[in-house]
């Protein structure tokens, strides 16, 4: 029997940047993830590709055709391909003034150019650009009717670019954005944005949170002082929150967390990510990744083509230890083997 080659296992090469700094700890070489990526192997299985966050001082937003090319001819050498893309838009927030939103429309458009680059240098054949509203939940509760709109009004000018490109994008929901800092007002946003090339972006400790209603306590799904060993309410708690969101679920992160919120470096709190194999993680993590990646029925939904792990604000003492990626591809294994496919398939440029 063939074991299961959809979806592609991907990992995040931002948490050598994210909450790093001078106020936490250096951030790590791009090079250096990609080694590490590149060299993890759970009995003969490997990571099938990357997702990278378009952001200094991995990458340059306005770097030359000659500087993709490098990076293309590197994947390739390692065969490893591109998914999704994380724009840079945090310089102009969605709900800010006009300058700001042209901002954040033209990060995403120029975000949206190096993804078609990546296609034509044939090191990527899936995956979105990630956005999120680039604003704390404090700012948005001031007003959130007319604020939902203004976010809104900006991810149409942003989608609408992006379609030039046939692109889509994922907005992140996490408890530090406002405007999609809780399911509720996530599903809000979307819904206001109407727009066929935009979805939603799940990763696994961040909505984890919104069933405690951090940031939004109207919005909580799991009760008050929750007993973490009642699987069955949580699993209840997920299958709510995942029937709620997966319709609009286009870009999926595999992750862990100990339902607590953390910050490092300029990061605002947001869902702890854990190590795969951290005892204090509250998720099954085979068994939660279920929930997003099978509908109601149980039904595999094969949404997307590949996944992500993503494990922003780990030390880096941890980043660097080559045992942390095999830990984690082997989580990853072990979702893909539980709720993925086989295929057959043909290589493309040298990567599969």
Known sequence: MQQNNYPKLHNATWPGI????????????????????SKAEVNGVKFDGIDIGLLEPHFKIDA??????????KLQSLNLNVGSLVAPIWGGPAMGSK??????????????????????????HYG???????????????????????????????????????????????ICWGG??????MIDTLEAVGRPNIGFQADMSHTLLYLLGYNSPEDRILPENFDWSDKKTLNDGLRKLTNALRPWTIDFHVAQNDG???GTGSHDKTGRHCLATDPNGKLDITEAAGFWLRDENGNLTKAFQHICWDGCMFPNEVMLQQKTWND??????????????????????GVV
């Open 180 to 185: 999609m800092h809780s399911w509720k007002a």
């Open 128 to 174: 979105v650009v990630r956005i999120d509203s680039a604003c704390k939940p404090e700012d948005w509760s001031k007003d959130p009717v007319n604020n939902t709109q203004l976010i809104a009004q900006t991810f149409r000018e942003a989608c609408d670019v992006a379609a030039d490109y046939g692109e889509h994008l994922a907005a992140e929901g996490e």
């Open 64 to 73: 030359s055709d000659d500087d993709w090319k490098r990076l293309a001819d």
């Open 18 to 37: 994210v909450g790093k700094g001078p106020d936490s700890e250096p951030p790590i070489p791009f090079d250096t993830f990609l080694e590490l990526t």
């Open 260 to 262: 607590t919120v953390h």
């Open 328 to 349: 984690i591809l082997a989580a990853m294994i072990k979702v893909r083997e539980a709720h993925g496919w086989y295929a057959e398939e043909k290589k493309l440029a």
């Open 99 to 124: 300058e700001d939103r042209a901002t954040f429309v033209e990060m995403v458009r120029k975000s949206c150019q190096i993804g078609q680059k990546l296609k034509e240098l044939g090191v990527r």
